[in-house]
């Protein structure tokens, strides 16, 4: 089994910055991929952005260039830094991991809340 701590969501108003912040532990492969996931009220939940443990990044066109996604292999965690917020960032925001395609495991989502 594996467990996602998150940590670092809130409120700020637009043009704010905020870091996100997931640690996964229990069993956990050396090949994984850890990311960002986001879901606002009445949309599907959606991919922010990813990295895996091999380097391989993926990052959604409405955040690049806003937020960087770093991680550190050793620790098994992933963080989101978020700049230059905008209220339709507004989102639960959730850490994945997944090894290969299977299995995957979320964490229990944490509030970010973009004012204008």
């Known amino acids: 089994q594996v467990q996602l701590e998150e940590s670092g969501g809130g409120s700020v108003q637009a043009g704010g910055s905020l870091t996100l912040s997931c640690a996964a532990s229990?069993?956990?492969?050396?090949?994984?991929?850890m990311g960002w996931y986001r879901q606002a009220p009445g949309k599907q939940r959606e991919l922010v952005a990813d990295?895996?443990?091999?380097?391989?990044?993926s990052v959604a066109g409405s955040v690049k260039g806003r937020f960087t996604i770093s991680r550190d292999n050793a620790k098994n965690t992933v963080n989101l830094q978020m700049t230059n917020l905008r209220p339709e960032d507004t989102a639960v925001y959730y850490c994945?991991?997944?090894?290969?395609?299977?299995?995957?495991?979320w964490g229990q989502g944490t509030q970010v809340t973009v004012s204008s």
């Open positions: 229990g069993s956990i492969l050396r090949s994984n991929t």
């Open positions: 994945k991991i997944r090894f290969g395609v299977f299995p995957v495991y």
């Open positions: 990295y895996s443990s091999s380097g391989v990044t």
